[in-house]
Nanobody
């Protein structure tokens, strides 16, 4: 079974930066991808960024501010979040996607989530 363990969340002031990490183990699903989703307080879950070797994908709301990257040697997915805004406050999830799309229907597995609060 795939295990996804996120870390790196916390509280930050608006304009600040945070880097999230997700260690993935047991990952051997053909055609699957890894991505970050989030759930703001009182709202539904939404796709943030997906990693694909040829073309990463970003939600419009985070383009130019967030960067997704993958270190295959460490089996670790990262999300560098810069110029944070209060509306970025959410529970951030590392997920497995198949196919590579930022829709909820593409998610096949969720991590436990890590909270990011921007004030």
């Amino acid at each position: 079974d795939v295990q996804l363990v996120e870390s790196g969340g916390g509280s930050v002031e608006a304009g600040g930066s945070v880097r999230l990490s997700c260690v993935a183990s047991g990952f051997n699903e053909d055609g699957a991808y890894v991505a970050w989703y989030r759930q703001p307080p009182g709202k539904g879950r939404e796709g943030v960024a997906a990693f694909e070797v040829r073309a990463t994908r970003y939600a419009d709301s985070v383009k130019g501010r967030f960067t997704i990257s993958l270190d295959t040697a460490k089996n670790t997915l990262y999300l560098q979040m810069d110029s944070l805004k209060p509306e970025d406050t959410a529970l951030y999830y590392c997920v497995v996607l198949n196919p590579c799309s930022l829709s909820l229907a593409s998610v096949t597995q969720w991590g436990q989530g890590t909270q990011v609060t921007v004030s």
